[in-house]
């Protein structure tokens, strides 16, 4: 059954409320405060990578958290000296850029799942069909660069709404037919409008999605705080690995998007649950990402190859997380 205009009406107002939250969430401001860039919004999506802040916090280390409307700003942000850490996937950047830039943690991997108007039943149909991805370069138009190679067709125009939410919103108020969404808000739509809409086959590459990454030059004189960071993130991914509520209990400890309705936040177990299970946030917080990493990325046209000929130390510098690892053990 079609969802009505007043159902989507609805729908819209609830999920506007739910991700209406602060551009910034953090401490109050501080000289020696780590300035950290996110090129999203603090969401149940997000939340796990702020628990591990508010424990570095905890530990001493004071932190900005800015969020930006696109995840090319959040980068930028971190070249330009605006932002000390940045979460996003700065490959692209990081081969073209003067500015010497490190990963340091993967945050989360790349499963994303292709949502489409049940007017095309294959991929065939899409062929110079319009197509939105999140934004220029994204994690999304990547899967989208490497499917339409695998299947042969060319997307018609393509348009960019950052945030799966807003596209979901998008999808079921009939503006767009065809996106990439996260897990989360792919199983918002199909619970929602699952009669209109229906998955098509994604790319089954354990890639980074978000990643937390800052300038060389930066790391190597704050490495006391980028380690305390690292160390949080890698411990809170390896007890949310053995049990995902544990990311509700933080969250209800340290009230953490307390503005959110209930039905947002009774779906956090339900998400990290799920997101281990598909394998969004993987325990070893990426150690052995950047091989897989580069044979995505250079297929999808966001870094030069070939891939076997890409250095790791040009992009990543473990050193913070192998001390991590040692010291938790593993």
Same mark, same amino acid.
């Given at each position: 059954? *079609?969802?009505?205009?007043?159902?989507?009406?609805?729908?819209?107002?609830?999920?506007?409320?739910?991700?209406?939250?602060?551009?910034?969430?953090?401490?109050?401001?501080s000289a020696d405060a780590v300035r950290v860039a996110m090129g999203d919004i603090v969401s149940v999506e997000t939340l796990a990578f702020v628990i591990a802040l508010e424990r570095a916090k905890e530990r001493?280390?004071?932190?900005?958290?800015?969020?930006?409307?696109?995840?090319?700003?959040?980068?930028?942000? !971190?070249?330009?000296?605006?932002? %000390?850490?940045?979460?996003?996937?700065?490959?692209?950047?990081?081969?073209?850029?003067? !500015?010497?830039?490190?990963?340091?943690?993967? !945050?989360?991997?790349?499963?994303?799942?292709?949502?489409?108007?049940?007017?095309?039943?294959?991929?065939?149909?899409?062929?110079?069909?319009?197509?939105?991805?999140?934004?220029?370069?994204?994690?999304?138009?990547?899967?989208?660069?490497?499917?339409?190679?695998?299947?042969?067709?060319?997307?018609?125009?393509?348009?960019?709404?950052?945030?799966?939410?807003?596209?979901?919103?998008?999808?079921?108020?009939?503006?767009?037919?065809?996106?990439?969404?996260?897990?989360?808000?792919?199983?918002?739509?199909?619970?929602?409008?699952?009669?209109?809409?229906? /998955?098509?086959?994604?790319?089954?590459?354990?890639?980074?999605?978000?990643?937390?990454?800052?300038?060389?030059?930066?790391?190597?004189?704050?490495?006391?705080?980028?380690?305390?960071?690292?160390?949080?993130?890698?411990?809170?991914? *390896?007890?949310?690995?053995? %049990?995902?509520?544990?990311?509700?209990?933080?969250?209800?400890?340290?009230?953490?998007?307390?503005?959110?309705?209930?039905?947002?936040?009774?779906?956090?177990?339900?998400?990290?649950?799920?997101? /281990?299970?598909?394998?969004?946030?993987?325990?070893?917080?990426?150690?052995?990402?950047?091989?897989?990493?580069?044979?995505?990325?250079?297929?999808?046209?966001?870094?030069?190859?070939?891939?076997?000929?890409?250095?790791?130390?040009?992009?990543?510098?473990? =050193?913070?997380?192998? *001390?991590?690892?040692?010291?938790?053990? =593993?």
């Open positions: 059954m *079609r969802i009505s205009s007043c159902r989507i009406r609805g729908l819209i107002g609830a999920l506007a409320l739910a991700f209406a939250i602060p551009a910034t969430t953090a401490p109050a401001k001493g280390i004071a932190y900005e958290l800015t969020s930006f409307a696109k995840e090319d700003l959040a980068i930028q942000a !971190v070249v330009n000296g605006q932002a %000390d850490l940045g979460m996003g996937t700065p490959y692209t950047v990081m081969q073209k850029s003067k !500015v010497p830039l490190k990963i340091l943690f993967q !945050v989360t991997r790349l499963v994303f799942f292709p949502v489409v108007d049940n007017s095309y039943k294959t991929w065939k149909d899409l062929d110079g069909q319009p197509f939105v991805f999140n934004s220029r370069g994204s994690g999304t138009e990547a899967i989208g660069n490497i499917i339409a190679k695998r299947e042969g067709i060319t997307f018609g125009q393509r348009s960019y709404i950052p945030g799966s939410e807003n596209r979901v919103i998008a999808m079921i108020n009939g503006q767009i037919k065809a996106t990439i969404v996260d897990l989360a808000n792919k199983n918002l739509l199909l619970s929602k409008a699952g009669d209109r809409f229906h /998955v098509l086959p994604g790319v089954d590459i354990p890639a980074s999605d978000e990643l937390l990454f800052g300038q060389a030059e930066w790391i190597e004189k704050n490495t006391d705080k980028v380690d305390i960071i690292v160390e949080e993130l890698l411990k809170l991914w *390896r007890e949310m690995a053995n %049990d995902p509520s544990i990311i509700e209990t933080e969250r209800a400890k340290r009230n953490l998007l307390k503005d959110q309705p209930q039905e947002v936040i009774s779906g956090v177990t339900e998400f990290y649950t799920q997101g /281990v299970k598909e394998g969004i946030f993987h325990p070893s917080g990426g150690i052995d990402a950047a091989k897989a990493d580069f044979e995505f990325y250079v297929e999808a046209g966001q870094l030069q190859g070939p891939a076997s000929e890409l250095k790791v130390e040009d992009f990543w510098d473990f =050193g913070p997380l192998e *001390r991590a690892r040692k010291k938790l053990g =593993g």
